[in-house]
């Protein structure tokens, strides 16, 4: 009911007030303009009956296919490695680094344990999954690769619609901590969102542009403070 939808709307809102200065929700209502794909548990599934090999990701309580927090942070991480340009200048890559180690934490490798600013959240496709057949191509033909046989895959067909949303959080916050360093994160993730929407996508196949949006999607941001 939209009397619900809206007293969750002001509910969140209210809620939202209480969050520290400087920080950040977005809600992304998308369509897919490319299939999604992604690698689940297991060869393959069976559901109502079909056989599904190279089955999706799926909600272990609802079966519903699913994009999980864990996935939604890779792909934006892959993104952001890609951002070159930051306000219409080449960015350097020790500033690079330094962006998202805040924004997605320090890596496995590094001896300091640092929590990123960045928060995701799952997105659940009320579309079920439906079966598609990939033929291998060659990388410098891009004709069928004699031998392999065609590969079947679960997937979410384009035209399906999914909700993502995301909390910048301005914690752990430096000796550096400014505002204007809450703008170049903000600006810095605006990039990479756009390249993993747009053009690498977020599916399991980024290189085949699985998993990239159309060009219309809804966009909610929420700021704290409200000015």
């Not at 752990?172 to 747009?198: C, H, I, N, W, Y």
Request: proline share 5%; aromatic share 12%; charged share 30%.
């Amino acid at each position: 009911k939209k009397s619900d939808e809206k007293l969750k709307e002001f509910t969140f809102k209210e809620d939202f007030k209480k969050m520290p200065k400087y920080s950040m929700f977005l809600k992304i209502e998308f369509i897919l303009k490319r299939s999604y794909t992604s690698k689940g548990e297991g060869e393959f599934d069976v559901i109502n009956g079909k056989r599904f090999e190279n089955p999706i990701v799926r909600d272990k309580l609802t079966g519903s296919p699913i994009v999980r927090p864990s996935t939604w942070k890779g792909h934006v991480r892959f993104a952001a490695e890609k951002v070159s340009k930051l306000d219409g200048k080449k960015i350097d890559d020790t500033e690079k680094a330094t962006i998202i180690e805040r924004l997605f934490g320090s890596d496995s490798t590094s001896e300091i344990a640092l929590k990123g600013r960045l928060h995701f959240f799952p997105t659940f496709f009320a579309k079920n999954a439906e079966k598609d057949v990939i033929t291998p191509l060659s990388t410098t033909t891009r004709t069928p690769v004699s031998g392999k046989s065609p590969i079947t895959l679960e997937v979410i067909k384009e035209g399906a619609e999914g909700k993502f949303y995301l909390l910048y959080f301005s914690y752990p916050r430096g000796k550096m901590f400014s505002k204007e360093q809450v703008k170049t994160d903000l600006k810095f993730l605006t990039e990479a969102l756009e390249l993993m929407f747009f053009t690498y996508g977020f599916s399991a196949k980024k290189t085949s542009g699985f998993g990239v949006i159309g060009d219309d999607p809804t966009v909610t941001v929420w700021i704290c403070p409200h000015e």
